[in-house]
């Protein structure tokens, strides 16, 4: 079975690569009233290769879905997909970019729902990108 996934992730980077090289633009929404961007379902859907190489052709890690005005990094540690989560923070430190604390629609940031959820392999990775969850965090005694 694992296997079985393994080669389903390889096929996914594929397709991916293949549609990139052909032209398409990774931060066009698909036509949902939600307004998905790909980037968006890498992120939720724990594809960190396939999130790492949209990333590299240019897909916003800001974008936010118009239906739950929430961004991808939100979504991989609600998730529970710690690499989603590392190869957005990493990429957000080359753009000099925030995404950590950043607050969906309600104003709780990612560490609270991931503490929540009970992934603590995301909250390390959230505190590794210096989530300032210890100051506005409602679940502070967790983060510190």
Same mark, same amino acid.
């Given at each position: 079975?694992?296997?079985?996934?393994?080669?389903?992730?390889?096929?996914?980077?594929?397709?991916?690569?293949?549609?990139?090289?052909?032209?398409?633009?990774?931060? *066009?929404? &698909?036509?949902?009233?939600?307004?998905?961007?790909?980037? *968006?379902?890498?992120? @939720?859907?724990?594809?960190?290769?396939?999130?790492?190489?949209?990333?590299?052709?240019?897909?916003?890690?800001?974008?936010?879905?118009?239906?739950?005005?929430?961004?991808?990094?939100?979504?991989?540690?609600?998730?529970?997909?710690?690499?989603?989560?590392?190869?957005?923070?990493?990429?957000?430190?080359? @753009?000099?970019?925030?995404?950590? &604390?950043? *607050?969906?629609?309600?104003?709780?940031?990612?560490?609270?729902?991931?503490?929540?959820?009970?992934?603590?392999?995301?909250?390390?990775?959230?505190?590794?990108?210096?989530?300032?969850?210890?100051?506005?965090?409602?679940?502070?005694?967790?983060?510190?």
């Amino acid at each position: 079975m694992l296997g079985a996934l393994r080669t389903y992730e390889a096929v996914a980077v594929n397709i991916a690569k293949i549609i990139l090289s052909r032209g398409a633009r990774p931060n *066009t929404a &698909d036509g949902t009233p939600a307004a998905v961007a790909a980037v *968006t379902l890498a992120a @939720q859907s724990g594809r960190a290769e396939v999130l790492a190489l949209l990333i590299e052709h240019g897909a916003n890690i800001d974008h936010l879905a118009q239906g739950s005005l929430t961004q991808p990094v939100w979504l991989a540690a609600q998730n529970g997909h710690a690499k989603c989560v590392a190869v957005l923070v990493n990429a957000a430190a080359k @753009q000099q970019k925030e995404i950590v &604390d950043a *607050t969906n629609k309600l104003g709780k940031m990612p560490c609270s729902i991931t503490i929540k959820m009970g992934h603590a392999d995301v909250v390390g990775v959230l505190l590794e990108g210096r989530c300032r969850c210890a100051s506005r965090c409602s679940y502070v005694l967790f983060c510190a």
